[in-house]
């Protein structure tokens, strides 16, 4: 299953924490694009899909979430409740993202800039492509 958690190193004073990401040091891609989940309805799961090409980090910036991830033959489930870590998928990863707290903002870094045609949104459509490889 190809996914890691990454501890960062936070940087900080007395006025205040940063928390970097370079590409070698604690992402392993150059980020061609970032985005963000918020304001999401209790109850329902973000995500719900594959992508071909893409890698990502997700860092749960505020409050706390959780991410199922699969790769066609086995599941994790991950939470995400600092900050200071973040979680990296790699291409053809099937994820959930659920169980988001009250105003948690997700970050998310991909290596790929947005290409709808690599997207795999039937979790059956996944497992063949994954089974046929």
Not at 29 to 56: L, W
Request: proline share 2%; charged share 25%; aromatic share 14%.
């Amino acid at each position: 299953m190809d996914y890691k958690l990454i501890d960062t190193k936070v940087f900080g004073d007395e006025t205040g924490h940063l928390i970097s990401f370079e590409k070698g040091s604690n992402c392993p891609f150059d980020v061609k694009r970032t985005f963000y989940i918020f304001d999401t309805i209790p109850g329902k799961i973000r995500g719900q899909h594959a992508n071909r090409n893409s890698e990502f980090l997700l860092i749960a910036i505020s409050g706390s979430c959780k991410i199922k991830i699969d790769d066609g033959h086995t599941y994790k489930i991950v939470e995400l409740n600092t900050p200071h870590q973040a979680l990296y998928l790699g291409k053809m990863m099937w994820k959930d993202m659920y169980d988001f707290s009250y105003n948690a903002i997700l970050l998310v870094l991909t290596n790929t800039n947005y290409d709808e045609t690599e997207y795999i949104r039937d979790y059956k459509e996944f497992l063949n492509e994954v089974k046929n490889g």
